[in-house]
Nanobody, 118 residues
Framework: QVQLVESGGELVQPGGSLRLSCAASGFTLAYYDIGWFRQAPGREREEVSCISSTTLATYYAHSVKGRFTISRDDAKNTVHLEMNSLKPEDTAVYYC???????????RGQGTQVTVSS
């Protein structure tokens, strides 16, 4: 079965850290650029980060630059998003997809909830 599955989301206090994972099954993640996106209630989905399949070049949204780190482990068919110094405004459902653009992605996960609150 072809799917992307996110994990690692949970409730965390402001200033805390989380590590999200995006695991692929049924296809090879190494062939794709992988993007992380998030959508908060009442807001549009936004791209958070992306990593190239070939050059390993990375992109970060201004709002997370310096706090989030994207990495890939192609041997494990997995991409991670390390999130530090979390803020309440980081609260959202986080999704991964097989492209740096949501609309152009071929595969998308179902999302994992991240809640930053005291």
């Amino acid at each position: 079965q072809v799917q992307l599955v996110e994990s690692g989301g949970e409730l965390v206090q402001p200033g805390g850290s989380l590590r999200l994972s995006c695991a692929a099954s049924g296809f090879t993640l190494a062939y794709y650029d992988i993007g992380w996106f998030r959508q908060a209630p009442g807001r549009e989905r936004e791209e958070v980060s992306c990593i190239s399949s070939t050059t390993l070049a990375t992109y970060y949204a201004h709002s997370v630059k310096g706090r989030f780190t994207i990495s890939r482990d192609d041997a494990k068919n997995t991409v991670h998003l390390e999130m530090n110094s979390l803020k309440p405004e980081d609260t959202a459902v986080y999704y991964c997809a097989t492209d740096c653009g949501w609309d152009t992605s071929h595969y998308r996960g179902q999302g994992t909830q991240v809640t930053v609150s005291s």
